[in-house]
């Protein structure tokens, strides 16, 4: 099994900053690409970043202002916001592929999501 855990979600002023992390544990060899998801009430789950081997894309909404990273030996992925505004608001999801430890499979896992809410 793997466990996805997200933190840094809260509440944050429009043009604020901040910081989501997803640490994952379990029964994990080793990590594939890692991305954040997001959901606002009433919508749709969409791709907001992903990152892979080096390689980052994302949505057209975010670009220039969200940035994913990640520390592999840490087994986290990063979401670093800024510039935020209203309609960022939304539960962000950690989603990752990794290589089981004991079957060698891949596994896609998902957090259980944090919540951000940007309101003056």
């Known amino acids: 099994q793997v466990q996805l855990v997200e933190s840094g979600g809260g509440l944050v002023q429009p043009g604020g900053s901040l910081r989501l992390s997803c640490a994952a544990s379990?029964?994990?060899?080793?990590?594939?690409?890692m991305r954040w998801y997001r959901q606002a009430p009433g919508k749709q789950r969409e791709l907001v970043a992903l990152?892979?081997?080096?390689?980052?894309h994302y949505a057209d909404s975010v670009k220039g202002r969200f940035t994913i990273s990640e520390d592999i030996a840490k087994k986290t992925v990063y979401l670093q916001m800024t510039s935020l505004k209203p309609e960022d608001t939304a539960v962000y999801y950690c989603n990752i592929d990794s290589i089981d430890s004991y079957g060698g499979t891949w596994i896609n896992s998902w957090g259980p999501g944090t919540q951000v809410t940007v309101s003056s």
């Open positions: 379990g029964s994990i060899f080793s990590i594939g690409a």
């Open positions: 990152t892979n081997g080096g390689s980052t």
